[in-house]
Every structure is written in structure tokens, then in C-alpha cells.
Nanobody
Framework: QVQLLESGGGLVQAGGSLRLSCVAR????????MGWYRQIPGKQRELVAL???????TYGASVKGRFTISRENAKDTVYLQMSSLKPEDTGVYLC??????????WGKGTLVTVSS
């Protein structure tokens, strides 16, 4: 059974940085696409970044140039390096596991709060 364990959220001032991590235990990580989404109360879940097994990445328009997604297959871990954070980046960040075979799975999320 796959478990997604997110960490790295917290409170940071505007302009600061945070790095989120998501470990996909029990997964077939190397052939899975991994993503980060953001959930803000009252708004639709928003794509932050996606990384495919090839290393190809996709970013949401609002974070392009400020956030970087990466993966470390040997550790079954995906990272999200967030820089130049803005108050509107505040939200719950959820890890998304999309295996080549099997069902998509979401993590429980980690809260990021950016103060102005």
C-alpha cells in the first residue's frame, strides 16, 4: 500500500523560501509522475508543479520562475523548492502520485502560510 508523507510546510515571511518534501513509501516511484497541488479555502484545487519520470516538468502560471520541482528516485521523494513566496501562495500543498499502473493517490497535505 502506497503512503505519501509530506513535510516542510510552515510560516514564512513574504519573499522567503521553503522546501517541501513528499516521500512515496511502498510506491513504484521511478515510473510515476509526481505533482504538487495547492488548495485554498473556497477555491478550486490548483496545479503547482508536475514532474514526469523523464524529468519533464510543468508549472502553474502563478508559480513559474519562482518554484522548482525535482525528484530523487533513490529516495522515492519529490521536492518543491519555493522561493520569492507571496501571501497568495498560502494554502495546503498536496502531493499527487500518478503511477504508470494503478490508482492516483493524494497526500493529506502540508500547510504553507506566507505573511505579508
Amino acid at each position: 500500500q502506497v503512503q505519501l508523507l509530506e513535510s516542510g510546510g510552515g510560516l514564512v515571511q513574504a519573499g522567503g523560501s521553503l522546501r517541501l518534501s513528499c516521500v512515496a513509501r511502498g510506491s513504484v516511484f521511478g515510473t510515476a509522475s509526481m505533482g504538487w497541488y495547492r488548495q485554498i479555502p473556497g477555491k478550486q484545487r490548483e496545479l503547482v508543479a508536475l514532474i514526469h519520470p523523464s524529468g519533464t516538468t510543468t508549472y502553474g502560471a502563478s508559480v513559474k520562475g519562482r518554484f522548482t520541482i525535482s525528484r530523487e528516485n533513490a529516495k522515492d521523494t519529490v521536492y518543491l523548492q519555493m522561493s520569492s513566496l507571496k501571501p497568495e501562495d498560502t494554502g495546503v500543498y498536496l502531493c499527487d502520485y500518478r503511477p504508470y499502473y494503478g490508482s492516483e493517490l493524494w497526500g493529506k497535505g502540508t500547510l504553507v502560510t506566507v505573511s505579508s
